[in-house]
């Protein structure tokens, strides 16, 4: 079975700052997806990044990047230039394709993006 | 608007008092799921399913019950709610359940949330 740790409960970071969420995981799959998602207030489930393993460059989606360590088993977020509308909770999710489409998140990180 | 629904939104109930969530999306999805959230565990997957009339137990099924009569539809039933029960529901569906070699088949499409009171 899959795990994913998130170790950082809670962060904050100024506005236009850049911040790094945190997140590693445990599989013996070598072929696996990894995903960031946002949690504003709303409550939405809105996903922000993909990250196929098998691909080496990291992904990135305009202000999002991640730095994606297979070795280490690490995914972290970076949020760049970041805003307010930036403030929500953030989760780490891992998929295996080759066991249905489950996620399996972490414990979420809750970031404060502050003026 | 392509959409996944769930009603109702917020539900406050007491114990024992049978209860249905639905679900409903219009993307002619294959796959459809529960998750629940809870403080400091993320989601947890509760139920799937593959397509219609092909449900299976997820990490947390105990307690639920579900079922896929037509393709766009996925109930959550809780026969007998305990307060354990309490927490925010979600339900997802993306278009295929089976691995196809494009990711963009199983992104998974959530629905905006059922926050569920057991009293």
């Known amino acids: 079975a899959q795990t994913v740790t998130q170790s950082q409960p809670e962060m904050s970071v100024q506005e236009a700052e850049t911040v790094t969420l945190s997140c590693t995981y445990d599989t013996s799959e070598n072929n696996y997806y990894l995903f960031w998602y946002k949690q504003p207030p709303s409550r939405q489930m809105i996903l922000v990044i993909r990250q196929e393993a098998y691909k080496q460059q990291n992904a990135t989606e305009n202000r999002f990047s991640v730095n994606f360590q297979k070795a280490a088993k690490s995914f972290s977020l970076k949020i760049s230039d970041s805003q307010l509308g930036d403030t929500a909770m953030y989760f780490c999710?891992?998929?295996?394709?080759?066991?249905?489409?489950?996620?399996?998140f972490g414990g979420g990180t809750r970031l404060m993006v502050k003026p | 608007e392509a959409q996944v629904t769930q009603n109702p939104r917020y539900l406050i109930t007491v114990t024992g008092k049978k209860l249905t969530v639905t679900c409903s999306q219009n993307?002619?999805?294959?796959?459809m799921s529960w998750y629940r959230q809870d403080p400091g565990l993320g989601l947890r997957q509760i139920y799937y399913s593959m397509n219609v009339e092909a449900t299976d137990k997820g990490d947390v099924p105990e307690g639920y019950k579900v079922s896929r009569k037509e393709k766009r539809n996925f109930p959550l039933i809780l026969e007998s709610p305990s307060p354990n029960q309490t927490s925010l529901y979600f339900c997802?569906?993306?278009?295929?359940?089976?691995?196809?070699?494009?990711?963009?088949?199983?992104?998974?499409?959530f629905g905006p949330g059922t926050r569920l009171t057991v009293l």
């Open positions: 993307m002619n999805h294959e796959y």
């Open positions: 999710a891992f998929m295996n394709p080759n066991a249905g489409n489950m996620l399996t």
């Open positions: 997802a569906s993306s278009p295929r359940g089976l691995w196809r070699g494009d990711p963009s088949y199983n992104e998974q499409f």
